[in-house]
């Protein structure tokens, strides 16, 4: 506890730190939480799972005050990371309580639009935020503290122009700080544009490559979901990712796979938010083992105990690539990534390849039976299609 107490971080976190019962802090709190403390901008690369809430939790629970307005806003690309991150203050400001908003999405306005009028904090998504300012039912006029997390995954998802219209509409007087996985040139560009000197920490990454197994089958197109079935069978395994491109993928391969046996389940963006909550809590608990999932459902949550991670579907951003496997191999445990190519995916995994400095070990060809494919995604009809698209 000593070694937080030493990072400048106020008592009543401190408090809530011994009862989570973390023993140290990890390399981006002990390099970022000073520099936060001291009013510095900051942009810190790291990855999920890091421990980079309590770096920008513990700046903005010590600058708060109960009842003074909105004081701090943390933005974030998805509705999980959204929770996720609220879950985490709530817990860091125990013992200093501020009213705590998540701010989303898919739920109704109106109750936002009353808690915001007693709101401390607010962590939300740009589209649901920028809807509550073209109302004006949210007051930035007492901002002390801006977060954009996840800030790569912001660009990915298309919310950059409703990032920085909310900027904008933000006190010029506040500190900033911004966390993301990679810092490609589209990043650097909004941080010379909105933050003041901003001082750059970066940590290493938190899977360890020593024990992390990357591989790649080589299989055609209709006996791919047989060899993903015949692994998940036969790897010993504990919680497991399968990732795929599209919602249509991934119902397809979570509900054959249910079919086949495996204890599977999907999320992705078109589950209401009570459904990918209800999943989360199933997963985390592990009364499901294996998630299917989008990368847009998955980002930003940090999942423990993740074994294995397959890539049924190769990602199309190499980038992205890297933030799949990352979900394994962490805090000393093996990890293995598992990539399934068929013909669709040379093209993509080429370019993983290309720009990736990673080391992946081609497999021997395995005969696996075929299973059976039960569950096929219905086409819409042209009249649905229409109205759906125009009305």
Not at 106 to 114: A, F
Not at 306 to 311: E, F
Not at 332 to 341: E, H, M, Q, S, V
Request: with cysteine.
């Amino acid at each position: 506890m000593e070694c937080f107490k030493n990072l400048g971080i106020i008592e009543p976190v401190l408090r809530s730190i011994e009862e989570e019962k973390f023993e140290k802090p990890s390399e981006i709190q002990e390099k970022s939480i000073p520099l936060v403390l001291a009013g510095n901008d900051v942009i810190a690369m790291s990855a999920t799972g890091s421990g980079k809430t309590l770096v920008f939790g513990s700046g903005i629970i010590q600058k708060s005050e109960k009842g003074k307005g909105i004081q701090a806003l943390i933005l974030t690309p998805t509705r999980e990371l959204a929770e996720q991150n609220t879950k985490a203050l709530r817990k860091f400001s125990k013992y200093k309580a501020l009213r705590i908003a998540s701010i989303y999405g898919g739920l109704s306005i109106n109750p936002q639009i009353h808690e915001l009028n007693f709101t401390d904090v607010v962590v939300g998504t740009p589209g649901r935020i920028l809807d509550h300012i073209e109302r004006r039912t949210i007051n930035f006029s007492k901002l002390k503290i801006l977060v954009l997390d996840e800030a790569d995954r912001m660009f990915d998802m298309g919310f950059i122009d409703d990032v920085k219209t909310i900027l904008k509409m933000c006190p010029a007087e506040r500190q900033t700080l911004m966390f993301s996985a990679t810092i490609p040139k589209e990043v650097s560009e909004l941080a010379s544009h909105y933050m003041k000197k901003p001082v750059k920490v970066s940590a290493e990454s938190h899977v360890d490559p020593r024990k992390l197994t990357q591989v790649y089958y080589n299989i055609e197109d209709n006996k791919k979901f047989s060899l993903l079935v015949y692994l998940l069978k036969n790897e010993k395994s504990g919680l497991v990712m399968v990732f795929c491109n599209t919602r249509k993928s991934t119902d397809f391969v979570a509900n054959n796979l249910s079919g086949n046996g495996v204890n599977a389940i999907a999320i992705h963006g078109g589950l209401s938010q009570a459904k990918r909550g209800s999943i989360m809590d199933n997963f985390h608990s592990k009364r499901v083992s294996v998630l299917v999932c989008t990368d847009v459902a998955a980002r930003g949550l940090d999942i423990k105990g993740v074994s294995h991670v397959y890539n049924y579907d190769i990602p199309k951003d190499n980038r992205e690539y890297i933030h799949r496997i990352g979900r394994t191999a962490r805090a000393g445990n093996d990890g293995k990534a598992i990539n399934l190519i068929s013909g669709r995916d040379h093209d993509n995994f080429s370019r993983v390849l290309r720009y990736n400095d990673v080391e992946i070990t081609k497999e021997d060809k395995i005969e696996v039976p075929f299973v059976d494919i039960k569950w096929v995604p219905r086409k819409r009809s042209f009249r649905k299609r229409f109205f759906r698209r125009n009305f």
